[in-house]
T-cell receptor
Framework: TQLLEQSPQFLSIQEGENLTVYCNSS?????LQWYRQEPGEGPVLLVT?????EVKKLKRLTFQFGDARKDSSLHITAAQPGDTGLYLC?????????FGTGTRLKVLA | EAGVTQSPTHLIKTRGQQATLRCSPI?????VYWYQQALGLGLQFLLW???????NRGNFPPRFSGRQFPNYSSELNVNALELEDSALYLC??????????????FGPGTRLLVL
């Protein structure tokens, strides 16, 4: 069974701090997506990474896909209260779309 | 381009009743996915439809069923509702099978409350 483990599960930090969220699996994925979800709403796609070792930046967010395409990280620089939410990674394989367990981030003003 | 739409936004039912949830995918997308998200928990995969066929099913009882129409919209039916069916039901769409990358785009969800 393919699993995507995210860590940490919960994170509460002060505005301006940096943080990294991890998404790990023992399986290889053809691509990996990161989503952010706010309470009562659907997940919103942040990025898709496809190539092993790929790094993508979205303003203060930096996403990296592991060389072996089994893991990924999301780094947020100078976190803001607007970054608060549930961060989900999802791996794509043949006829499969596996969601991670999620990291709930709270950024305090 | 319009995103994934879902209706209704909220649904209140009593135990034993049936619920029908609807989803319209992004134009050009042929795959529709349904997920259940209980309060504070992650996404649990329910069903995947593509080109009108059920392609995969999650670990849910048969009273969770659905279908996909020729215009690629989809319906999720939950029969004999139980209290623990209360959750946010999310629909997502993607371009369809055959692609090596199938990024899913989500709708806003339907909040189902079973009393």
């Amino acid at each position: 069974t393919q699993l995507l483990e995210q860590s940490p599960q919960f994170l509460s930090i002060q505005e301006g701090e940096n943080l990294t969220v991890y998404c790990n699996s023992s399986s290889v994925f053809s691509s990996l997506q990161w989503y952010r979800q706010e309470p009562g709403e659907g997940p919103v796609l942040l990025v898709t990474v496809v190539t092993g070792g790929e790094v993508k930046k979205l303003k203060r967010l930096t996403f990296q896909f592991g060389d072996a395409r089994k893991d990924s990280s999301l780094h947020i620089t100078a976190a803001q209260p607007g970054d608060t939410g549930l961060y989900l990674c999802a791996g794509t394989g043949t006829y499969k779309y596996i969601f991670g367990t999620g990291t709930r981030l709270k950024v305090l003003a | 381009e319009a995103g994934v739409t879902q209706s209704p936004t909220h649904l209140i039912k009593t135990r034993g009743q049936q619920a029908t949830l609807r989803c319209s995918p992004i134009s050009g997308h042929t795959s529709v996915y349904w997920y259940q998200q209980a309060l504070g928990l992650g996404l649990q995969f329910l069903l995947w439809y593509d080109e009108g066929e059920e392609r995969n099913r999650g670990n849910f009882p048969p009273r969770f069923s659905g279908r996909q129409f020729p215009n690629y919209s989809s319906e999720l039916n939950v029969n004999a509702l139980e209290l623990e069916d209360s959750a946010l039901y999310l629909c997502a769409s993607s371009r369809g099978t055959g692609a090596t990358q199938e990024t899913q785009y989500f709708g806003p969800g339907t909040r189902l409350l079973v009393l």
